[in-house]
């Protein structure tokens, strides 16, 4: 069975960094565009960051420049979100998804598995 799982998540306080790991099963994705979208409560989902398959590129969204930094480790089929200087508006649902290319996408459709999502809540 092919699946991503993510884990690492949890309740910090603000300020506080936070690192997601995505481990991906069943199949190798070196050669997969890795993304990580989150969605907060009462909100769509939305696109975070995301990196190309051989870790050459990322892309981030305005809002976590800086502060969230994207990786991967190929020979372990893992996709990793470093969350540093956390703020409350970063509390959201987060989720690891692998795209059908070698780049990456910032759109929902341009991925075509994700993983069942993780909460990370930033107390203020």
């Known amino acids: 069975q092919v699946r991503l799982v993510e884990s690492g998540g949890g309740l910090v306080q603000t300020g506080a960094s936070l690192k997601l790991s995505c481990v991906a099963s069943?199949?190798?994705?070196?050669?997969?565009?890795m993304g990580w979208f989150r969605q907060a409560p009462g909100k769509e989902r939305e696109f975070v960051i995301a990196v190309s398959y051989s870790g050459a590129s990322t892309y981030a969204i305005d809002s976590v420049l800086g502060r969230f930094f994207i990786s991967r480790d190929n020979a372990e089929n893992a996709v990793y979100l470093q969350m540093n200087s956390l703020k409350p508006e970063d509390t959201a649902v987060y989720y690891c998804a692998s795209a059908p290319t070698e780049g990456w996408g910032i759109e929902e459709d341009d991925y075509d598995l994700w993983g069942q999502g993780i909460q990370v809540t930033v107390s203020s």
């Open positions: 069943g199949r190798t994705f070196s050669r997969n565009a």
